[in-house]
């Protein structure tokens, strides 16, 4: 019994497979009868096997005249089975289904679902969104939830591959009777007999002919139809019809036919899918080419970029062709050069395909999320998903671990122990801003919390609040998650005992700077809440974090510099110096060649003048003519150093690259838009936009990606909703076009100003602004989340009045009827001739000091000593008119003030510290 048992289930096997493999789509499996006809057993014995089977869970029946016998084959199957399950493809795998798939693949399990017999759907889309794909998902997902046999049939048919024979294709839908036309000599079943049961789908719709379309009525309507040629005889087809077309439905389809398809589902072009996504497809199709090929291929960086980029007319069937291309040509490099692997490079590519690479610049923003530099792309036949080796964007690795790694590397290299010193103090600068250049606007606070302490996640919001204050600046969000991270790192090693390291760090950070004495203000925070000591290293590291006075690396701290070598004993020397004065820069150096100088030693004099006065960033060499263009690429293969040569240098492309070089390190960039600058103010007209001076202590800033002029609408468009003329608001508009000096003027207005809101299409992730897309004013109209900002800035009269009337309820001995007036007239003295940067929280602790300074004096009592009254009145002159803007107080009443009180009154004012 046991061998018999095998033979029949190794025959039902056998059989399944191979029906599978011809695409048959009607039932998989065989009746008792054919196996024992085809193993010459006697049917009895067949039937009795074939249930004890059916009981051991090995096969399964399926009902019907006569029983099949069939067999699951995704359990105990094959290699070639496993491929099988692993590229079928259902709605939980589809790239996108969970973004730009969400809402069809939502209609098409309702479709699918809908009772009794789900619904007729209609797929649109242009050519190559995956519209067939798309319809195999359908019907996987109707087998998956049972709607229909899990042997039902899926039929597809192409109605432009008899579009011009109208009667062929009914022919073919829906069967003919013999001498119906010319050739049909027997009665043959059409698609829609083939597919009862399952699934028919119609691709290209728009090519099925009206009368075509018409006699699809009675099926969708009753699911009746009649042959080609037969008046009399009637079938039933109990299938559901999914269509699809590139077409406008209006224009190609009867009006009659498509009200019978309720269900319409627009796949979106490629283009219309984030890039997410589309890397995503990128990876899974060189992953298919790698099993397709049995080897593994690596990708590099810029093939993912122009992949990303390129112009893909043809969706996702043009990439995935353009993707084979690629594959094909470098495998055929990897054969015929013998190469030791397989590498996919942009060259491998159609130009079509290269000219991505174009675009990069205007999408390295984005571009760089997904992608970047540090990444490897390999994709191995053996996996079934990529290998990606890449930093994780979110959570950047410690800073103290890139410094090690870093210093582990010097010493592998034999380099001293000085010379590891000297080399990690520059470097140190550069691993910072990569550091903290890694943190973007998507990592929440509540995601920071699991892995950071929520007491320094609080304190480091205080200490950047103070430090904007201090400091007048405001900070990029991507400080504030730095900082914690760091910070969390470096206590964890504080409490294990781990040295942090110190490498010339004072050559980076002064301790005499302001961000150093803010540091320490941080430190003693840190030191009170957690009972440790922190080391001076680590106050250094902390004030480099507040050296970061740039939002997206404006002020470079490792500045590209421009040397200028002309031939001449002074002329690069005033060009550079020319240059210099106008832009207010000290980053454009001058090399002189006296004409009467050998190429050989002018060649070392400027290796050596590069070398010396080089920042890390790059240099761009400016040169006139002759040997100087030669030496740039000379220089830079010996010393390692990046170099941009241009010729023709004048005194205007100078100050163009100087003055894009204090914005951008950059140097390939510098050079190509300085040239394209040049060029263009050598030609033009250049007129100045009007320029929105800020006359109001706060300032909702609007800003555009087109430039100022769309911002500037913008602004109109507020100022039309809201009333801003009794508020002490000013709106300025900024161009985005150039988000560095964006973000610079951003910097400046936030010095002696309040930034309330930023309204636009550029979020410039700046740390405690607010940001409002202007697609939210145009969804909502009474624009209520800038409102509610608006409202809570008070006037100054507003302002004054609710402190005044809360003063009056605590102290009684003043009468606030005369000591308003008296207090406001001394406010404005202060404002106008000491100091402008007056916010409220010195004015609120100003008057209630100068209240109880007035009570204490009326009263006789004493006054008490400022311990530092000799370097306050240091400050001679405000000193002096301090005294005479409080003259009317005293002789109203009849008071007088102490120096001593001059002193206490001065510190509040001038916010005097650390004296």
């Not at 170099?643 to 240098?649: F, G, Q």
């Amino acid at each position: 019994m046991r061998k018999s048992e095998d033979i029949i289930f190794k025959y039902l096997y056998d059989k399944c497979k191979e029906q599978k493999r011809k695409g048959l789509t009607e039932v998989l499996g065989c009746s008792t009868k054919e196996i024992a006809d085809s193993l010459s057993l006697q049917r009895t014995n067949v039937s009795s096997i074939l249930n004890m089977l059916c009981k051991q869970g090995k096969i399964f029946k399926i009902k019907g005249k006569p029983i099949i016998y069939s067999i699951n084959l995704y359990e105990g199957e094959h290699e070639d089975d496993k491929k099988f399950k692993r590229n079928s493809a259902n709605f939980n795998t589809l790239i996108g289904g969970n973004r730009s798939l969400k809402k069809c693949i939502e209609q098409a399990k309702a479709a699918i679902l809908y009772p009794p017999n789900g619904l007729h759907t209609l797929l649109l889309g242009p050519t190559g969104v995956g519209k067939t794909m798309f319809a195999e998902v359908m019907y996987k997902f109707a087998i998956e939830k049972a709607v229909i046999p899990i042997n039902s049939p899926f039929v597809a048919f192409n109605c432009a591959d008899y579009a011009n024979n109208p009667q062929l294709i009914l022919a073919h839908l829906l069967g003919s009777k013999k001498g119906a036309f010319t050739g049909a000599n027997k009665d043959k079943d059409g698609l829609v007999d083939k597919a009862n049961g399952g699934i028919l789908f119609l691709d290209e719709i728009h090519r099925l002919p009206p009368e075509g379309q018409e006699m699809l009525f009675m099926l969708i309507d009753k699911g009746i139809y009649t042959p080609l040629g037969d008046i009399e005889k009637k079938k039933i087809s109990k299938v559901r019809i999914i269509c699809a077309t590139t077409e406008n439905v209006d224009s190609v389809l009867l009006s009659t036919f498509t009200r019978r398809i309720p269900i319409t589902i627009n796949i979106p072009m490629l283009k219309d899918r984030s890039l997410e996504e589309r890397f995503e497809l990128i990876c899974e199709f060189f992953r298919t080419e790698s099993e397709r090929i049995g080897r593994e291929i690596f990708v590099s960086t810029n093939t993912i970029r122009a992949l990303l980029l390129y112009n893909c007319t043809g969706n996702i069937g043009q990439l995935k062709g353009d993707i084979q291309l690629g594959c094909a040509n470098a495998f055929l490099k990897y054969v015929s050069k013998g190469k030791k692997k397989i590498e996919v490079h942009s060259t491998d590519f159609l130009n079509n395909v290269r000219q991505g690479l174009l675009l990069y610049k205007q999408n390295s923003e984005v571009l760089d999320k997904i992608i970047n530099e540090d990444i490897e792309l390999n994709f191995n036949s053996k996996i079934t998903k990529h290998k990606i080796k890449i930093n994780d964007k979110s959570l950047p690795n410690n800073f103290y671990e890139s410094i090690e790694k870093r210093i582990q590397e010097l010493k592998e290299r034999g380099i001293e122990e000085n010379d590891i010193n000297f080399l990690m103090a520059f470097d140190i600068k550069k691993y910072f801003k990569k550091y903290v250049g890694e943190f973007e606007q998507e990592v929440k606070k509540e995601e920071l919390s699991k892995i950071v302490d929520k007491r320094i996640i609080n304190i480091v919001e205080k200490f950047l609040d103070i430090a904007s204050k201090k400091m007048k600046k405001v900070f990029p969000v991507k400080i504030f998650y730095g900082l914690c991270l760091h910070i969390s790192s470096s206590i964890e090693r504080i409490i294990h005992n781990k040295n942090l390291i110190n490498h010339n760090l004072n050559e980076i950070v002064e301790k005499d700077r302001e961000e150093y004495k803010l540091a320490l203000i941080l430190v003693d925070k840190l030191e009170d809440e957690f009972n440790i000591k922190i080391p001076s290293e680590e106050i250094e590291f902390i004030a480099m974090f507040l050296c970061v006075d740039d939002l997206e690396g404006d002020r470079i701290a490792y500045k590209p510099i421009i040397v200028v070598a002309m031939h001449g004993k002074s002329t690069a020397s005033s060009m550079a110096e020319v240059a210099n004065k106008l832009v207010g820069g000290d980053n454009v150096y001058a090399y002189d060649m006296t004409l009467d100088k050998n190429p050989q030693t002018a060649y070392i004099e400027l290796k050596d003048f590069i070398i010396t006065n080089h920042q890390g960033s790059g240099v761009m060499l400016l040169v006139d003519m002759g040997s100087l263009g030669m030496f740039g690429e000379l220089i830079s293969e010996e010393t390692g150093i990046e170099i941009r040569v241009i010729d023709m240098v004048s005194t205007l492309l100078v100050i163009e690259c100087a003055r894009k070089a204090l914005t951008n390190n950059n140097i390939n960039i510098i050079c190509e838009e300085a040239k394209q600058s040049v060029s263009f103010l050598n030609n033009y007209n250049i007129s100045l936009s009007e320029t929105y001076i800020p006359r109001k202590d706060n300032i909702i800033i609007t800003n555009c990606i087109t430039g100022e002029g769309s911002a500037i609408k913008v602004k109109n468009m507020i100022e039309e909703k809201i009333n801003l003329a009794s508020k002490d608001i000013q709106i300025v508009p900024l161009s985005a076009s150039d988000r560095k000096e964006m973000y610079n003027t951003i910097n400046i207005l936030s010095k002696n100003k309040k930034i309330i809101a930023v309204v636009g299409t550029v979020n410039p992730n700046v740390y405690g602004i607010p940001f409002i897309p202007v697609s939210e004013l145009f969804l909502d109209s009474n624009y209520t989340r800038l409102k509610d900002i608006v409202n809570r800035v008070k006037t100054l009269e507003n302002f004054y009045n609710e402190i005044f009337q809360s003063l009056g309820n605590e102290i009684k001995e003043l009468s606030m009827s005369d000591f308003k007036p008296l207090c406001i007239n001394f406010l404005d003295n202060v404002r106008e001739n000491i100091t402008d940067n007056i916010d409220i929280y010195m004015v609120s602790g100003l008057i209630l000091h100068l209240a109880c300074a007035i009570i204490r004096l009326i009263n006789k009592e004493d006054t008490p000593k400022c311990i530092r009254k000799q370097k306050v009145m240091s400050y001679s002159k405000e000193y002096n008119f301090l005294k005479e803007s409080l003259r009317p107080i005293e002789r109203f009443y009849n008071i007088k003030f102490s120096d001593d009180e001059f002193c206490h009154i001065l510190i509040i004012i001038l916010n005097i510290v650390n004296i």
